[in-house]
Nanobody, 122 residues
Framework: QVQLVESGGGSVQTGGTLTLSCSAS????????MGWFRQAPGKEREMVAI???????SFGDSVQSRFTISRDNARNTIRLFMTNLKPEDTAVYYC????????????????WGRGIQVTVSS
């Protein structure tokens, strides 16, 4: 099993930056891919960024060029660096993990964190 704990959320003004962290504990063999999803009120959950243990990455269209993701395999930690934040980035952000990159890519990750709020004010 794997437990995921998010940190770093909060409130920021438009154009600001924020960094989210996710620490995983448990069986690291199950952490082939880790990433971030988000869900805003009244909207479906969407993929934000995913990274595998070989540093292959994928980003959602709405965050491409503004967000980056990094991974520390030794510490089973990922970080999401968010820049030029917009009000439409306001959402609960969830850390997720799965053995396979493709499973996260299509949103069917096996392990999920509880989520953390990010609020961007205009």
């Amino acid at each position: 099993q794997v437990q995921l704990v998010e940190s770093g959320g909060g409130s920021v003004q438009t154009g600001g930056t924020l960094t989210l962290s996710c620490s995983a504990s448990g069986n690291s063999f199950l952490l082939g891919a880790m990433g971030w999803f988000r869900q805003a009120p009244g909207k479906e959950r969407e993929m934000v960024a995913i990274i595998d243990d070989g540093a292959n990455r994928s980003f959602g269209d709405s965050v491409q060029s503004r967000f980056t993701i990094s991974r520390d395999n030794a510490r089973n930690t990922i970080r999401l660096f968010m820049t030029n934040l917009k009000p439409e980035d306001t959402a609960v952000y969830y850390c997720a993990a799965d053995r396979k990159f493709f499973s996260l890519l299509i949103g069917t990750g096996e392990f999920w964190g509880r989520g953390i709020q990010v609020t961007v004010s205009s």
